[in-house]
């Protein structure tokens, strides 16, 4: 039986060979500390797990859920208005299953094959891999250092922007954890508005934002809500990843095609799931404080450390990771090979697309000890490619 062509548009996951090589060591019995993937590990709060244990003994709660309750709607206005001053009514929040199905099946709901849709690279690969899925076309607008990451919206040709139906933002990104502006997003709404283009922002990560920087949320941009929608999702910010729950808001037309899709696909979210959620979302935020002051901690201990040894990486200003640029002539699949012998599992920037070349990724997410000799490694691996292997780092490192 043959599969659908789509499938071979789809980039087989460099992770899989990672992975072959990781488990080869694993089992020589070499410590690896895996930098690779943005799975939350510390814990929800404690009120989600408690709600959660609860509710699952009620008889009521095994039933199809269908759609999201006009409690966790309700919620999310209220966190909306909360955290981003962002005015919403139940009407424009679309609850999903994750992020990652509501942004998979965003594209099946808007594109046809002509469609066009200018997307990050490198971006988070879900939005590249839903207009292959459904059968569109893709743009890929480059985010370089140079414009401190943002899309250079003038570089997009008069023609595709023409034909573009929809643009992917991601602020803080991944795997590049920049932060939007304010005159950008402005920016953005008049370009979407005088192309007629659906804007999509993601913000999963808008809870992880530091140095007393504000999340921004499009929606906060006047007359975003004429061509813009919003992900949110509880997976980063609660640390919620493995209950798949997430949200689209923006006004109830453009998130209607996406809500029809959805209700020939799926029964909606486990009702205990939405229950804690809504708890979680209408709590009193002392968690996503103490949250942030977490993951902070972790990057100033982890790139003290780069820093320290002559790395100068570029300080995140936000999310879970750190986007680090390798010495030019150093590839970033042949770093994340070597990265294994030192004991570090990381992600090869080129895995999120052609402008990641260069760059590794490094997700935040173990206690700093662990980051600490992660760090460590990584310097060591560094020292592995410069020309002089026994030349300090500092000298190999751009
Ligand atoms: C930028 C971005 N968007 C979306 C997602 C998926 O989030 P969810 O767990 O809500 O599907 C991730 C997960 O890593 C992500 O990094």
Same mark, same amino acid.
């Given at each position: ?73 309700? /919620? ?29 099946? @965003? ?57 573009? !139906? ?12 920049? @932060? ?13 508005? !005088? ?18 920087? !504000? ?37 109830? !037309? ?23 959620? /809504? ?120």
């Amino acid at each position: 039986m043959k599969p659908s062509k789509k499938l071979d548009q789809l980039s087989t996951s460099i992770f899989s060979q990672l992975l072959v090589k990781k488990n080869q060591k694993l089992q020589l019995g070499q410590n690896i500390i895996d930098l690779s993937i943005g799975s939350p590990d510390l814990p929800p709060p404690d009120i989600v797990k408690k709600s959660l244990s609860e509710h699952v003994l009620e008889d009521g709660a095994y039933a199809y859920p269908l759609t999201g309750t006009e409690e966790f709607k309700q /919620a999310v206005t209220y966190f909306y208005s909360q955290r981003y001053h962002v005015d919403l009514q139940t009407s424009n929040v679309l609850q999903i299953i994750g992020s990652q199905e509501g942004l998979s099946h @965003l594209a099946l709901a808007y594109l046809d094959q002509e469609d066009v849709v200018i997307v990050p690279d490198p971006g988070y690969p879900i939005y590249e891999a839903s207009v292959q899925i459904a059968g569109a076309q893709i743009y890929p607008v480059p985010l370089i250092e140079d414009n401190d990451f943002l899309p250079d919206l003038s570089s997009i040709p008069e023609d595709v922007a023409m034909k573009a !139906k929809m643009m992917i933002l991601n602020f803080p990104g991944n795997p590049i954890p920049t @932060l939007a502006t304010r005159e950008f997003f402005e920016q953005v709404i008049e370009f979407g508005l !005088k192309y007629k283009i659906l804007i999509v922002h993601d913000f999963a990560y808008s809870e992880l934002i530091f140095d007393q920087q !504000k999340p921004l949320s499009i929606l906060s941009i006047p007359k975003a809500r004429e061509t813009a929608i919003e992900f949110n999702s509880l997976s980063k910010s609660f640390n919620m990843a493995g209950c798949r729950i997430a949200y689209v808001v923006g006004d109830e !037309k453009l998130i209607e095609p996406l809500a029809i899709l959805k209700s020939h696909m799926d029964y909606g979210v486990f009702l205990p799931i939405q229950k804690a959620a /809504a708890l979680v979302l209408k709590s009193d935020f002392h968690f996503l404080d103490e949250h942030k002051r977490i993951y902070q901690q972790r990057r100033d201990t982890f790139i003290h450390i780069l820093h320290d040894k002559g790395w100068n990486v570029r300080k995140p200003e936000g999310g879970m990771f750190v986007w680090a640029k390798l010495r030019e002539d150093v590839r970033s699949m042949d770093f994340a090979f070597k990265a294994i012998d030192y004991g570090v599992l990381v992600t090869p920037g080129v895995s999120f697309g052609a402008y990641g070349e260069g760059y590794i990724r490094l997700a935040l997410v173990h206690p700093e000890d662990v980051l600490e000799q992660a760090a460590e490694r990584l310097v060591q691996c560094v020292g592995f490619f410069s020309r002089d292997s026994s030349s300090h780092v500092m000298n190999v490192v751009e």
